[in-house]
């Protein structure tokens, strides 16, 4: 069962424009939320995170938003750069010492278009 | 800066053939994990290590098993290779196990086929 559900595989956007990254889960017992970023060959790469007791995280041109009631969490970017091209992984944890059962969904292809 | 060290990157293998693969971090982390990545799905957590000594089950251990050799290196043994098992293996590591605001560090993966 995939507790965290990614279901856009991919995305394309303009270079300059918003990014908009989305993320649903099943499990109301998570509270903490990551994304994370991957290049081809590369491993994943953390890039921000969300704890339950916030809605909003900011991170330079990264923004994390959560909505408990819907199950919903979504990465803005912007604005968004070639550079930005990349799979993105939401993940989530049930409990903030509980990373060992972190789950993560399918990923989302981002293409930023020069 | 190293980071988190995996080898190999590639390896094909026969079915019941066994294989160790290698990970090693140079962060003086005290956690370290092991993932597999499959088609259309998210990283699941096959073992971790919450410390030098330590081992725990993850969601999808069978077919697996591991060894913490050291603080720095963490290893996944395929006992009797199946084709269920063609991958990609993502080696990470983190300060301290269970806190979920320490993010983990991934290595660059092992891609295994298994024929």
């Known amino acids: 069962d995939q507790q965290v559900k990614q279901n856009s595989p991919s995305l394309s956007v303009q270079e300059g424009r918003i990014s908009i990254l989305n993320c649903d889960y099943t499990?109301?017992?998570?509270?903490?939320f990551l994304w994370y970023k991957k290049y081809p060959a590369e491993g994943p790469t953390f890039l921000i995170s969300?704890?339950?007791?916030?809605d909003k995280n900011e991170d330079g041109r990264f923004t994390v938003f959560l909505n408990k009631s819907a199950k919903h969490l979504s990465l803005h970017i912007v604005p968004s750069q070639p550079g930005d091209s990349a799979v993105y992984f939401c993940a989530a944890s049930a409990g903030l010492y509980n990373n060992n059962d972190m789950r993560f969904g399918a990923g989302t292809r981002l293409t930023v278009k020069p | 800066n190293a980071g988190v060290t995996q080898t190999p990157k590639f390896q094909v293998l026969k079915t019941g053939q066994s294989m160790t693969l290698q990970c090693a971090q140079d962060?003086?982390?005290?956690?370290m994990y092991w993932y597999r990545q499959d088609p259309g799905m998210g990283l699941r957590l096959i073992y971790y290590?919450?410390?030098?000594?330590?081992?725990d089950k993850g969601e999808v251990p069978n077919g697996y098993n591991v060894s913490r050799l050291n603080k720095r290196e963490f290893s996944l043994r395929l006992e009797s290779a199946a084709p269920s098992q063609t991958s990609v293996y993502f080696c990470a590591s983190s300060t301290r196990t269970g806190y979920s605001n320490q993010p983990q560090h991934f290595g660059d993966g092992t891609r295994l086929s298994i024929l």
């Open positions: 962060m003086n982390h005290n956690s």
């Open positions: 290590s919450a410390s030098e000594g330590t081992t």
């Open positions: 499990n109301s017992m998570f509270d903490y």
């Open positions: 969300i704890s339950s007791i916030k």
